[in-house]
């Protein structure tokens, strides 16, 4: 595990760059995760990464796509429009949560 300095703290990640410690994370934090990827996060954004913190805190695992499509309401098509490419790896990098299962 390393440790790098983001928005003046130190915070551990693993060798891609997820925040292995849950607890690090806050909303500061999320605005420069995102802004590291060239995200700049609306209103629309903060739903999406309030519903995978509280997913994650509940199951221990980071929700897919898929989940967030299902449980969290948010049709996947929209989750490509706010976090574009990748969005089930940009969602858990930018939340703070390890990478998603089958997320390559």
Known sequence: MTV?????RPVHVD???FLT?????????ARAL?????IELTDAHWVVLR????????????????????V???PVKEQFA???KKPGRKMAYVA?????HGCV
């Open 4 to 8: 790098v300095e983001l928005e003046g």
């Open 15 to 17: 060798a891609e760059g």
């Open 21 to 29: 410690e849950y607890e690090e994370w806050d909303e500061d934090l």
């Open 34 to 38: 995102a802004a590291q990827i060239g």
């Open 51 to 70: 519903f995978l913190r509280q997913d994650f805190r509940e199951r221990h695992e980071t929700p897919t796509t898929r989940r967030v499509q299902v």
């Open 72 to 74: 969290g309401g948010v």
């Open 82 to 84: 706010l976090f574009p």
């Open 96 to 100: 703070g949560l390890p990478k998603p």
